[in-house]
């Protein structure tokens, strides 16, 4: 049973300042092409997110040098800088050092249009531990392996969220990564208070197949408290034990409760209480590196979703969105989202 398309997504929250609260794990990305003899010999999982120490880190740098391309990155900070692009208001929450690298990760989200509430911690006395680093592998058939020094990012505490800026956003979000940061249920719990005491909606990603596996129990405790889960096929299946994503779809949707799932080029599917629908995906002429597919798919539908869009038009601009980036190296739009979205009749 398809949802109307006259039927919104979610109820949306208009006439804030914020269409977007994003709290992550703020990371600059080192991006590298790299066979897959060399990243199963750097010991990581292909095509996942694995956390690395330093002695990793070192490895990884004499295999690929210190990357071809080096940016901001942060799997909710690019979704925040996507929805900027198609001409929202986005808000991001992280923790960065004192150090060039947290500089620069400050001036990179305000040059995007996002505007950056960080808690700056200062460095380690060893010296070593600074802004939380990823160094993205990105294999010949496009695909992603990521490696992640979380630095102190992981050490964002819960009181840099605060009810200012969660009561001026429309909908906030954050993904399963955070369940890997020390404060992990202080951070969570005040997110989802903080939401419900100013009627703002709270979005969760389930972020990794291997994330379902460390905090299946706790995630599946979260999708309860939440008004929108964003996932992929493999991560659906992980978090539900269902054959398909149909099936899958129908184990976590409720009234009330809005579930999206992507499957690569197959498109996605988008759930709520009045029904679901199917969304083709945008093909592209070459795929690139699927890194940041997923959060600019988020971009799409939380764009949409907060200014009152119904499922299918939600689903369309994520895919829209989702096919520019993985038609280029790195995360974030190398073209403007919104222009893209004109084009293609999705806005006005």
């Known amino acids: 049973m398809p949802s109307s398309d006259a039927l919104p997504f979610l109820p949306a929250r208009t006439g804030r300042d914020h269409d977007l609260c994003a709290v992550g794990t703020a990371l600059i990305d080192f991006l590298s092409h790299a066979d897959l003899a060399v990243v199963s010999a750097i010991g990581v999982e292909p095509g996942a997110m694995t956390l690395i120490d330093g002695a990793t880190g070192a490895t990884i740098r004499s295999a690929v040098g210190d990357g071809e391309k080096i940016a901001s990155g942060g799997t909710v900070a690019n979704t925040a800088v996507g929805v900027a ?6 808000v991001y929450v992280g923790a960065v050092a004192d150090d060039d690298l947290g500089r620069r990760y400050a001036a990179d989200l305000e040059a995007a249009g996002v505007s950056p509430v960080l808690e700056q911690l200062p460095i ?13 592998l990105v294999t010949p058939d496009g695909n992603r392996t990521m490696a992640t020094t979380l630095g102190v990012s992981g050490l964002l505490g819960h009181d840099t969220i605060t009810p200012e800026v969660i009561a001026s956003s429309s909908l906030v979000y954050f993904d399963g990564y955070l369940l890997d940061f020390p404060d992990a249920e202080a951070i969570i719990d005040r997110i989802v208070e903080l939401a419900a005491q100013s009627s703002t909606l709270v979005a969760l990603g389930l972020a990794d197949p291997f994330v379902v596996g460390r905090h299946g129990d706790r995630l599946r405790g979260l999708i309860e408290r939440v008004d929108l889960v964003f996932s992929n096929r493999d991560e659906a299946l992980a978090m539900t034990g269902a054959s398909s994503i149909d099936a899958a779809m129908e184990a976590l949707r409720r009234p009330g409760r809005a579930i999206v799932i992507t499957d690569g080029a197959n498109g996605a599917l988008l759930g709520n209480g009045d029904g679901v629908v199917h969304v083709d995906a945008v093909p592209v002429a070459e795929v690139v590196d699927t890194t940041g597919a997923g959060d600019l798919f988020a971009a799409g539908v939380a764009f949409g979703a907060t200014r009152g869009m119904s499922a299918e038009s939600c689903g369309r601009l994520g895919t829209l969105c989702a096919a520019e980036a993985i038609s280029h190296l790195g995360a974030r739009p190398s073209s403007e989202l919104a222009e893209l979205a004109r084009g293609a009749g999705l806005l006005d």
């Open 85 to 90: 692009s198609l001409g929202g208001s986005p």
């Open 124 to 136: 380690a006395e060893d010296g070593v531990t600074g802004t939380g680093t990823c160094y993205v």
